[in-house]
């Protein structure tokens, strides 16, 4: 069984900064790719940022200079540190871990924050 858990979310002004959180628990051998995807109404989900190993990171032209992700691999955790936030950064974000187990990779999923960016 493999666990994530989200932390983070909430409300905020336009401008301000958020940072969530999700710690992988359980049993596997090795966590490849952590990440964050985010889900609005009506719009396709989309990938916010994701580390992918080895120091590579990837993110939405959207968020570009805006949100930062990190990776402390002793905790199993994945950050995104969010700033200059926009109405439009609004949705349930979720976060996923690519485990390793005996050599199969499989995909977890968070339970998913709100963000609400809203004056």
């Known amino acids: 069984q493999v666990h994530l858990v989200e932390a983070g979310g909430g409300l905020v002004q336009p401008g301000g900064s958020l940072r969530l959180s999700c710690a992988t628990s359980?049993?596997?051998?090795?966590?490849?790719?952590m990440g964050w995807y985010r889900r609005t109404p009506g719009k396709q989900r989309e990938l916010v940022a994701a580390d992918i190993g080895g120091g590579t990171t990837k993110y939405a032209d959207s968020v570009k200079g805006r949100f930062a992700i990190s990776r402390d691999n002793d905790k199993n955790t994945v950050y995104l540190e969010m700033n200059s936030l926009k109405p439009e950064d609004s949705a349930v974000y979720l976060c996923?871990?690519?485990?390793?187990?005996?050599?199969?990779?499989?995909?977890?999923w968070g339970q998913g924050t709100q963000v609400t960016v809203s004056s």
């Open positions: 996923f871990s690519n485990v390793d187990t005996a050599g199969v990779i499989t995909t977890h």
């Open positions: 359980g049993s596997f051998g090795g966590i490849q790719a």
